[in-house]
């Protein structure tokens, strides 16, 4: 496989990792599509955001009104996902660098102070 990669995930509450095998093939990715993050519910200004974008008015026919304001609405979140949370998957990828260091540390000096870090980095997920 020309563009296969292996990555040691953090171990959580084992003493064996898993290993995450990502398997790539030579076509070009399509654009990303929308995905809808649960984490947004959970966020106080999320309903602000939507009532606020809902409400804009849009002078057309009833079906083409709800594609133009789900279109806008899509545009809306992601802009308000990067702003409000930043890149998830960045974010998630130095939370696991940080888990990765303690778990090393921990190995290296098994000590009650390593062990708590690391255990406090892992809730970091």
């Keep these: 496989m020309p563009r296969t990669s292996v990555q040691q995930l953090p171990r959580f ?8 095998t990502r398997v790539s093939s030579d076509f ?3 654009l990303a599509s929308f995905r809808f993050q649960n984490m947004w519910c959970y966020h106080s200004d999320f309903l ?3 009532a606020a974008c809902w409400a804009l008015p849009v002078h057309l026919s009833r079906m083409a009104r709800l594609k133009e304001k789900l ?3 899509k545009q809306q979140l992601r802009h308000w996902n990067k702003t ?4 998830v998957f960045r974010n998630l990828s130095d939370a696991e660098a940080t888990v990765r260091i303690d778990e090393w ?3 290296q000096n098994p ?3 390593n062990l708590m870090a690391m255990n406090w ?4 997920f």
């Design 71 to 73: 279109m806008r609405l």
């Design 28 to 30: 070009q990715q399509a």
């Design 121 to 124: 980095a892992t809730t970091l």
């Design 105 to 107: 540390e921990y190995d």
């Design 13 to 20: 509450g084992s003493n064996h990792a898993p290993l995450l």
């Design 84 to 87: 409000t949370f930043g890149d």
């Design 48 to 50: 602000q955001v939507v």
């Design 111 to 113: 000590s009650d102070d």
